[in-house]
């Protein structure tokens, strides 16, 4: 089946950029064929939509990172990457990859999370 495995978070101060990656493995036919999205839970509260993006790299991010953060994606290597700038305090939280199968696989698939801390 599908795996999701998230990589690169770590403490950053303020005002720092990291990089997250996301390995996928197991889709039905081609990673090409899912819709990729990027989610965080800081303690305490929900996890919401941070970033997602399109088979062929249509992006779309929350209002809270626009500007901030790139999402993108290498089909070739099954990888899903988020690029995130001018860090805060309010951006801490474990960050979790997800994916939508969008043709024959219609599941919905989710990593085991990477922790991102932003302090001084």
């Known amino acids: 089946q599908v795996q999701l495995v998230e990589s690169g978070g770590g403490l950053v101060q303020p005002g720092g950029s990291l990089r997250l990656s996301c390995a996928g493995s197991?889709?039905?036919?081609?990673?090409?064929?899912?819709?990729m999205a990027w989610y965080r839970q800081a303690p305490g509260k929900q996890r919401d939509l941070v970033a997602d993006?399109?088979?062929?790299?249509?992006?779309n991010y929350a209002d809270s990172v626009k500007g901030r953060f790139t999402i993108s994606r290498d089909n070739a290597k099954s990888t899903l990457y988020l690029e995130m700038n001018s860090l805060n305090s309010e951006d801490t939280a474990v960050y979790y990859c997800n994916a939508v199968g969008t043709y024959g696989d219609k599941g919905a698939y989710w990593g085991q999370g990477t922790q991102v801390t932003v302090s001084s």
């Open positions: 197991g889709f039905i036919f081609s990673f090409s064929l899912y819709r």
């Open positions: 993006i399109t088979s062929n790299g249509m992006p």
